[in-house]
């Protein structure tokens, strides 16, 4: 398009001193436009436990007395480092671990659930047991936790509750959803375009696609030219009948100008700066119960700066919704001696994630905290054999377990349960039915907190409300 005269003029008005004012103005100013209907104060958070996690040392625990090989005794399970392991009785089998039940906890959980055991953490904590995922193959087991839905033909044929959550609450975020190798879906009808998710390998990977050399144009043109291109916008929106297309443009013009050129947002992406925010140190520095011993991760880095990039996403009003997966939980073999650590550092990040949002102010409603508005629910692809194989190791299984803290939902409870063998899950009345509680159900009671219609993008699930507040 050719610019008018005044077109011009606009920007060679804005190319003077107009540029440097623009480029001081209050950040993300426009971004707090929030477009009808779409307002929203709270953020969510949806961690994916890859590759299946072992529920019996954390969240659904049993004593392995009956077993193909041997008990989850000591000598199958590395306890050094388990904050909560605790030697149960000796029996001919071995000696197992009890179970892990605090002083007002209404929940049964085992060593591997590390700080999550505290107060004021687990008086937080839902416990969905005995969801039937009637499957052990990872790419659908992930993709039905996420959705609802399994694969068909070996694809995703509906959307994923990050992407869900985005399009009904997050259109007007310059992140609707932030996804870090987490199964995020766009597919499906009733979706806003805004909404498809960015998916990236590593935060880190963002900071350097935000990068911009001066060497051909510096910042004061870029500015300048995008102010000319927000005008004109705004000129097309009025004469359009269509004008949401627009509106659309407008809104990334506006955001485009504030990604470049901000510290602040470029050090959200850096793990490093991340890293050494002092007021994240919970989320990275988990002290042993009792002790000012710092524990040592054992997953790679990356899973403890997504949840850190999440906090600062959300203080800065940037994002709406935070998704990432973990390192691998798929211990077939021996390294089974390891998966108990695992869990507790992923209960461990959960733990911190509480800490810090609790300290955190709410860029919008004053006098309110993170905590109040942030939302976490974790899955897995399925659960792994209450029997350790003779690799020591422990396979795939087709039940599982989700941890939601939310506000919304009730804490210090554990809904759904598995047989006393743990082999399968128990019927309940869910909508109406007696049946087994499925991956669905999770995610439409979870869309149902939030005024969201579960109807708008899911075919299956059944609101149960008996895990609301």
């Given at each position: 398009m050719t610019p008018t005269d005044s077109g011009r003029r606009r920007f060679l008005k804005v190319l003077g001193a107009g540029a440097a004012a623009g480029a001081t103005s209050p950040m993300f100013e426009a971004l707090g436009q929030m477009m009808p209907g779409m307002a929203s104060t709270e953020f969510f958070i949806f961690v994916h436990a890859a590759g299946a996690w072992d529920i019996t040392v954390g969240t659904d625990p049993r004593n392995q007395f009956v077993s193909i090989t041997e008990p989850a005794t000591r000598d199958t399970i590395e306890t050094a480092g388990l904050f909560q392991w605790r030697n149960g009785p000796v029996q001919p089998g071995g000696t197992s671990f009890r179970f892990v039940q605090p002083t007002g906890s209404n929940i049964r959980f085992g060593p591997g659930i590390g700080l999550m055991a505290e107060a004021q953490r687990f008086e937080r904590m839902l416990v969905i047991n005995g969801i039937a995922m009637n499957t052990v193959s990872h790419p659908d087991g992930t993709t039905y936790s996420s959705t609802g839905r399994r694969l068909a033909g070996g694809k995703p044929v509906a959307p994923s509750i990050d992407t869900m959550l985005a399009s009904e609450l997050g259109t007007s975020q310059l992140f609707p959803t932030l996804s870090v190798r987490y199964p995020s879906y766009y597919t499906g009808p009733n979706l806003s375009s805004r909404a498809l998710p960015l998916r990236v390998d590593a935060i880190g990977a963002v900071a350097r696609s935000l990068a911009r050399s001066n060497r051909a144009v510096d910042r004061q043109t870029r500015t300048a030219v995008n102010e000319l291109l927000r005008e004109e916008t705004r000129e097309l929106i009025d004469r359009s009948h269509f004008p949401q297309v627009y509106q659309g443009i407008e809104q990334q013009l506006e955001s485009l100008e504030r990604i470049h050129g901000n510290p602040e947002l470029t050090n959200l992406f850096s793990t490093a700066a991340l890293a050494a925010k002092p007021e994240l140190a919970p989320i990275y520095r988990p002290m042993e119960p009792g002790t000012t011993t710092v524990m040592p991760y054992v997953f790679e880095n990356n899973v403890i700066h997504n949840a850190a990039f999440a906090v600062e996403a959300f203080r800065l009003n940037l994002a709406r919704c935070v998704s990432f997966s973990t390192t691998s939980f798929d211990t077939h073999f021996s390294n089974y001696a390891d998966h108990p650590l695992h869990m507790q550092e992923l209960f461990n990040m959960l733990a911190g994630l509480i800490d810090v949002l609790g300290a955190t102010n709410h860029p919008t409603v004053a006098g309110h905290k993170l905590l109040e508005h942030t939302h976490i629910l974790v899955t897995s692809d399925f659960c792994r054999t209450p029997q350790i194989n003779v690799?020591?190791?422990?396979?795939?299984?087709?039940?599982?377990?989700?941890?939601?803290?939310?506000?919304?939902?009730?804490?210090?409870?554990?809904?759904?349960?598995?047989?006393p063998n743990q082999l399968l899950s128990t019927r309940r009345m869910i909508g109406g039915e007696l049946r087994a509680i499925t991956p669905a159900d999770v995610l439409a009671?979870?869309?149902?907190?939030?005024?969201?219609?579960?109807?708008?993008?899911?075919?299956?699930?059944?609101?149960?409300?008996?895990?609301?507040?």
């Amino acid at each position: 398009m050719t610019p008018t005269d005044s077109g011009r003029r606009r920007f060679l008005k804005v190319l003077g001193a107009g540029a440097a004012a623009g480029a001081t103005s209050p950040m993300f100013e426009a971004l707090g436009q929030m477009m009808p209907g779409m307002a929203s104060t709270e953020f969510f958070i949806f961690v994916h436990a890859a590759g299946a996690w072992d529920i019996t040392v954390g969240t659904d625990p049993r004593n392995q007395f009956v077993s193909i090989t041997e008990p989850a005794t000591r000598d199958t399970i590395e306890t050094a480092g388990l904050f909560q392991w605790r030697n149960g009785p000796v029996q001919p089998g071995g000696t197992s671990f009890r179970f892990v039940q605090p002083t007002g906890s209404n929940i049964r959980f085992g060593p591997g659930i590390g700080l999550m055991a505290e107060a004021q953490r687990f008086e937080r904590m839902l416990v969905i047991n005995g969801i039937a995922m009637n499957t052990v193959s990872h790419p659908d087991g992930t993709t039905y936790s996420s959705t609802g839905r399994r694969l068909a033909g070996g694809k995703p044929v509906a959307p994923s509750i990050d992407t869900m959550l985005a399009s009904e609450l997050g259109t007007s975020q310059l992140f609707p959803t932030l996804s870090v190798r987490y199964p995020s879906y766009y597919t499906g009808p009733n979706l806003s375009s805004r909404a498809l998710p960015l998916r990236v390998d590593a935060i880190g990977a963002v900071a350097r696609s935000l990068a911009r050399s001066n060497r051909a144009v510096d910042r004061q043109t870029r500015t300048a030219v995008n102010e000319l291109l927000r005008e004109e916008t705004r000129e097309l929106i009025d004469r359009s009948h269509f004008p949401q297309v627009y509106q659309g443009i407008e809104q990334q013009l506006e955001s485009l100008e504030r990604i470049h050129g901000n510290p602040e947002l470029t050090n959200l992406f850096s793990t490093a700066a991340l890293a050494a925010k002092p007021e994240l140190a919970p989320i990275y520095r988990p002290m042993e119960p009792g002790t000012t011993t710092v524990m040592p991760y054992v997953f790679e880095n990356n899973v403890i700066h997504n949840a850190a990039f999440a906090v600062e996403a959300f203080r800065l009003n940037l994002a709406r919704c935070v998704s990432f997966s973990t390192t691998s939980f798929d211990t077939h073999f021996s390294n089974y001696a390891d998966h108990p650590l695992h869990m507790q550092e992923l209960f461990n990040m959960l733990a911190g994630l509480i800490d810090v949002l609790g300290a955190t102010n709410h860029p919008t409603v004053a006098g309110h905290k993170l905590l109040e508005h942030t939302h976490i629910l974790v899955t897995s692809d399925f659960c792994r054999t209450p029997q350790i194989n003779v690799s020591g190791g422990r396979d795939h299984y087709p039940s599982n377990s989700a941890v939601i803290i939310s506000p919304r939902f009730r804490g210090n409870m554990v809904f759904g349960a598995t047989d006393p063998n743990q082999l399968l899950s128990t019927r309940r009345m869910i909508g109406g039915e007696l049946r087994a509680i499925t991956p669905a159900d999770v995610l439409a009671t979870f869309l149902d907190a939030f005024g969201v219609d579960p109807r708008r993008f899911m075919r299956d699930g059944a609101v149960m409300r008996e895990i609301r507040r």
